[in-house]
């Protein structure tokens, strides 16, 4: 077998500071292309003893080969503020493409936004000398995932098959032109904190998670005939799932002991 892969990335930064204003923003370009080869050959009737030559042996037992491709390309483009270090805000979007899906349906579109404030830092808990580190965060955000989806969905599959010494092209898969990328948004909030010389650490936050267009193998009905020599009946892969996840993330830390080594 041979596998090949190569990425390709370019980045563009950019940071200034406006006195207690701080901005920065990235823009971001990734290639990314692997193939994949498998060849396997089975042969009998050795000639020759000694010689292990693919053509000192006779009788062709097996021979396969298969091959695949997959590329896809990534645009990203950031962008943060601060004011102070005390404020905090940032968005993102990214533009994905992969070659699992059809060109029609090939692009997804994800962002994310998010904000911070660091409590501790405001004057009303300068009094409050036990509190070291408060902090509130929020974001909510989407990102697209095409790991589900074959290397080829989109395609009418056949396999030959031999009966009775005559060649036939059966059906192995059946196209799903209209797959699209999954897509996953979060929305997280949490306050976070250090308390009593430190020695005191936690975290409450609460998430919402929702999955879109989650790709399942749907079993069609029997009228459409069978896949292969199997007998199973025909599949295709569709955007047909959603699944959500609502909870709390709760974590302490306490510094018990603490001495100078």
Do not use: C
Not at 17 to 37: F, P
Not at 114 to 136: D, Q, T
Not at 205 to 226: A, M, P
Not at 241 to 261: A, P, S, Y
């Amino acid at each position: 077998y041979n596998t090949q892969s190569h990425t390709f990335m370019q980045q563009l930064n950019w940071s200034h500071d406006y006195g207690l204003h701080h901005v920065d923003a990235l823009l971001d370009h990734e290639n990314y292309a692997y193939k994949y080869g498998y060849t396997f050959t089975r042969k009998s009737g050795q000639q020759l003893p000694g010689m292990l030559a693919m053509n000192n042996f006779s009788d062709m037992m097996d021979m396969t080969e298969s091959a695949l491709e997959y590329k896809s390309e990534s645009y990203l483009g950031r962008a943060r503020y601060n004011f102070a270090q005390k404020y905090f805000a940032e968005a993102s979007i990214r533009r994905d493409g992969s070659s699992r899906f059809h060109k029609d349906d090939r692009w997804g579109t994800f962002w994310s936004v998010g904000a911070s404030w660091i409590i501790s830092k405001e004057k009303f808990m300068h009094s409050l000398n036990w509190v070291n580190f408060l902090k509130l965060r929020a974001a909510y955000g989407s990102v697209g995932n095409d790991a589900s989806a074959g290397a080829y969905s989109y395609y009418n599959l056949y396999q030959i098959i031999k009966y009775n010494d005559v060649n036939s092209l059966v059906p192995v898969q059946l196209a799903s032109q209209n797959l699209k990328w999954e897509a996953t948004r979060t929305f997280d909030i949490a306050l976070e904190g250090s308390l009593f010389n430190d020695r005191f650490n936690f975290s409450v936050g609460y998430f919402n998670k929702r999955n879109t267009d989650l790709i399942f193998n749907v079993t069609k009905s029997l009228s459409g005939g069978t896949m292969a020599d199997s007998g199973a009946n025909p599949s295709a892969m569709i955007n047909v799932g959603t699944m959500q996840n609502i909870g709390w993330e709760l974590q302490f830390g306490v510094d018990i002991i603490r001495n100078r080594d």
